[in-house]
């Protein structure tokens, strides 16, 4: 209740976390995409091994339908008052529905990564495509794991998460039998990636 | 933002999903339980299919380590502006340690429903207990589904959801090839909840 109970002085103030280091991403697609799955592993994967809150967040109910699917993490060094997104750092569309939905939730100069494949018209003109999907049924022999090599991607390019973290989370929440694929998947994002950076 | 944002007569008011119908869920154990899953799927089943908007979370950091694992859902009729939960009307608990660090965050009257071979002592006389981990051992074969014997339960319990509706979500949110292993689990959930209720 802290943010409804602070003061009229309090109040004219932005919340702690937005004065240091708030950091806010969206994970967006369509049902069979994994959203969910990834941000819960990314979440968990910050909030273990690195100093920081996480709040993960998914929201359900007559406004959320559709075809999209959608996950948000807020990662902060002070305690989350307020834990639904406002204005996103990194945004990840796997559809263009997801795409046309949510980009212009992202704050000026944020990071839009986006399925090549799926994704043809990109809204704005600072944004990374990888074909996630076709790399993951070619790298990996397996499309489910397409979600894996974005989160490899993202902890690449924001860095927020170390690759170590990443791999500790996602082998221990890979479905049983499915840890290496979901390896492989990540070490493809990483090294995606890597090369975008240079 | 609204509730940082609302005037001061309003500041004054009970958030207004708190004023008719909100309801909160929470749903702990340790890290193999399954519980933040479960906890998606439970979102889920009700958003989708039901008039309410509902908004599931987890937190992780500093203050969220230790060997306690917990996901949380609030449900409602109206938005729901504060997604943190502030009083459970419903808490799950499938170890001690859980139970213990938990239970005080349950309202007056509130469910609390734990699993009655790991939950020894129950700090309050209005509880439920099922041997959850047993019985999907047991009548299952396999003691990862008993965070859907609990949901089966739960949604027995409080008829927040219907029995429909978690179907479809348990068996969408399945791993492949155990998608009946899952159902099964639920209907055992749903039969030891009617049991309770007469």
């Known amino acids: 209740m802290a943010t409804v109970r602070e003061s009229k002085s309090q109040k004219d103030r932005k919340p702690r976390e937005e004065r240091d280091d708030r950091y806010e991403i969206r994970l967006s697609g369509s049902g069979g995409h994994g959203v969910i799955l990834a941000c819960v592993m990314l979440a968990q994967a910050v909030g273990l091994n690195h100093r920081k809150n996480v709040v993960q967040t998914q929201s359900y109910g007559p406004e959320a339908r559709g075809g999209a699917s959608r996950a948000d993490a807020v990662i902060s060094s002070s305690e989350i008052f307020y834990p639904k997104t406002m204005k996103l750092d990194v945004l990840l569309a796997f559809t263009q529905e997801a795409c046309d ?60 998460v170390s690759r170590e973290a990443m791999r500790t989370v996602v082998k221990a929440r890979a479905p049983k039998g499915t840890e290496e694929k979901n390896l492989k998947a990540l070490q493809v994002g990483f090294d995606l990636g890597k090369k975008m950076k240079r």
Do not use: Q
């Open 101 to 160: 939905k949510y980009y212009s939730d992202l704050k000026p100069g944020g990071l839009l990564i986006v399925d090549s494949t799926l994704v043809t018209k990109v809204p704005i003109k600072n944004s990374y495509g990888f074909p996630f999907i076709r790399l993951a049924r070619e790298k990996v022999g397996h499309p489910m794991v397409a979600n894996v090599i974005a989160l490899g991607v993202i902890a690449e390019l924001t860095g927020i």
